[in-house]
């Protein structure tokens, strides 16, 4: 059943419930997929065969098809009327590809600037935090000691002698 | 004596002793129950346990899970509902 150009439902996440057609099968039980977007808001991306349920109907496409290929294939098998879908505009087809640009563009900057940004901020917080430690540290054990070792050696010997004295008086 | 607003089977009681020894009550809101799947009634993930006035206080992406039947029934159980109802979808044709 599953093979290119199989219109499938997809079963899991967000977008459970709505159709896509296979334009790859992998190894390991994945799948390359697309609604596209602008037809059934189901974006273009890699998705387990768990997550997918195929349906009867088939489209005819090439492996790896664009998804303006996809929408014309739709077009002349009448699918959309059985999706209960309007076809989408071309405003609708050119919303969905500025996002998914837009997307690219964000995911391309944030994977070449953020990690040498962090990598410079984490080392420097560390270094700042300990020192503090230190000083607190430093300053709050020695007046604790002082004060305990004063006590203790005025209680125990007054305790001691208390109870010498008692049991001396007992005797 | 709890206030007027306070005398009612919604309220918890708290047993609280005092510094000086007495024995008083506290009064404090019932919490609610835990969500459950309308279908097989195990606790749902990812719905949190808060009264209604707090609930309100959360964004809605932090109250249910986002996907079709979310906050209402469990992820397994919306695999199955999808899998009939396509399974219905293309038997008449």
């Given at each position: 059943m599953i093979e290119v150009g199989r219109v499938c439902m997809k079963t899991a996440g967000r977008e459970a419930g709505k159709f896509c057609v296979i334009l790859d099968v992998m190894e390991d039980g994945y799948v390359l997929v697309t609604g596209p977007k602008a037809a059934t808001?189901?974006?273009r991306r890699k998705c387990s065969l768990h997550h997918v349920e195929p349906t009867p109907e088939t489209v005819k496409i090439k492996k790896n098809a664009t998804d303006d290929e996809v929408l014309a294939a739709y077009k002349q098998a009448g699918l959309f009327s059985k999706f209960g879908t309007k076809e989408p505009t071309a405003k609708d087809v050119e919303k969905a590809k500025d996002a998914e640009r837009k997307r690219a563009t964000k995911a391309k900057e944030e994977k070449a600037k953020p990690k040498a940004e962090k990598k410079e901020d984490k080392p420097e917080e560390k270094k700042a935090e300990p020192k503090k430690e230190e000083i607190k540290k430093e300053e709050k054990p020695k007046p604790k000691a002082e004060k305990k070792e004063k006590p203790k050696a005025e209680k125990k010997p007054a305790k001691s002698a208390a109870k010498k004295t008692t049991k001396k008086a007992k005797k | 004596m709890p206030t007027p607003a306070q005398r009612t089977r919604s309220f918890r009681k708290d047993r609280v002793t005092t510094p000086g020894g007495k024995v008083k009550i506290h009064y404090s809101k019932k919490q609610p129950g835990i969500a459950k799947c309308g279908n097989c009634k195990k606790p749902l993930s990812g719905v949190p346990r808060k009264l209604p006035t707090e609930l309100k206080k959360l964004k809605k992406t932090q109250?249910?899970?986002?996907?079709?039947?979310g906050g209402t029934l469990c992820s397994p159980c919306t695999k199955a509902k999808m899998k009939s109802k396509n399974m219905e979808r293309w038997e008449n044709d």
């Amino acid at each position: 059943m599953i093979e290119v150009g199989r219109v499938c439902m997809k079963t899991a996440g967000r977008e459970a419930g709505k159709f896509c057609v296979i334009l790859d099968v992998m190894e390991d039980g994945y799948v390359l997929v697309t609604g596209p977007k602008a037809a059934t808001t189901v974006k273009r991306r890699k998705c387990s065969l768990h997550h997918v349920e195929p349906t009867p109907e088939t489209v005819k496409i090439k492996k790896n098809a664009t998804d303006d290929e996809v929408l014309a294939a739709y077009k002349q098998a009448g699918l959309f009327s059985k999706f209960g879908t309007k076809e989408p505009t071309a405003k609708d087809v050119e919303k969905a590809k500025d996002a998914e640009r837009k997307r690219a563009t964000k995911a391309k900057e944030e994977k070449a600037k953020p990690k040498a940004e962090k990598k410079e901020d984490k080392p420097e917080e560390k270094k700042a935090e300990p020192k503090k430690e230190e000083i607190k540290k430093e300053e709050k054990p020695k007046p604790k000691a002082e004060k305990k070792e004063k006590p203790k050696a005025e209680k125990k010997p007054a305790k001691s002698a208390a109870k010498k004295t008692t049991k001396k008086a007992k005797k | 004596m709890p206030t007027p607003a306070q005398r009612t089977r919604s309220f918890r009681k708290d047993r609280v002793t005092t510094p000086g020894g007495k024995v008083k009550i506290h009064y404090s809101k019932k919490q609610p129950g835990i969500a459950k799947c309308g279908n097989c009634k195990k606790p749902l993930s990812g719905v949190p346990r808060k009264l209604p006035t707090e609930l309100k206080k959360l964004k809605k992406t932090q109250k249910r899970p986002d996907r079709p039947y979310g906050g209402t029934l469990c992820s397994p159980c919306t695999k199955a509902k999808m899998k009939s109802k396509n399974m219905e979808r293309w038997e008449n044709d």
